[in-house]
């Protein structure tokens, strides 16, 4: 599975950003996807996640009520609307897809349960 990520950019606080993230190759595999982020001198942290085929969502309580998560299936492609952007949501901005089928919710959470990885894009929000 190929993911190529895209949508980044450099916004003003209280903007909005859409990212998307297209998977290509064997995505009939993938169970579920999500999007983590980088801030320099951070380590990279769990945003929001999706199941592929439920549709069921995950997010941070950082960005709980002002990200969305979503997916379309037919275009294999996964989305994450960003509203009311702060400047602590510069970083950047990386999808990831995993096969395993998790009972427990708090494992989309981890960077380990992802078994591919897009290569980042950038979001500088300013204030």
């Known amino acids: 599975v190929q993911l190529q990520a895209s949508g980044g950019g450099l916004v003003q606080a209280g903007d909005s950003l859409r990212l998307s993230c297209a998977a290509s190759?064997?995505?009939?595999?993938?169970?579920?996807m999500g999007w983590f982020r980088q801030a320099p001198g951070n380590e990279r942290e769990f945003v929001a996640a999706?199941?592929?085929?439920?549709?069921?969502?995950y997010y941070a309580d950082s960005v709980k009520g002002r990200f969305t998560i979503s997916r379309d299936n037919a275009e294999n492609t996964l989305y994450l609307q960003m509203n009311s952007l702060k400047p602590e949501d510069t970083a950047v901005y990386y999808c990831?897809?995993?096969?395993?089928?998790?009972?427990?919710?708090?494992?989309?959470?981890?960077?380990?349960?992802?078994?591919?990885w897009g290569q980042g894009t950038q979001v500088t929000v300013s204030s």
């Open positions: 990831g897809a995993g096969r395993g089928a998790y009972l427990n919710k708090d494992v989309y959470g981890w960077q380990s349960a992802y078994d591919y």
């Open positions: 190759g064997r995505t009939v595999s993938i169970y579920y």
């Open positions: 999706i199941k592929w085929r439920g549709g069921s969502t």
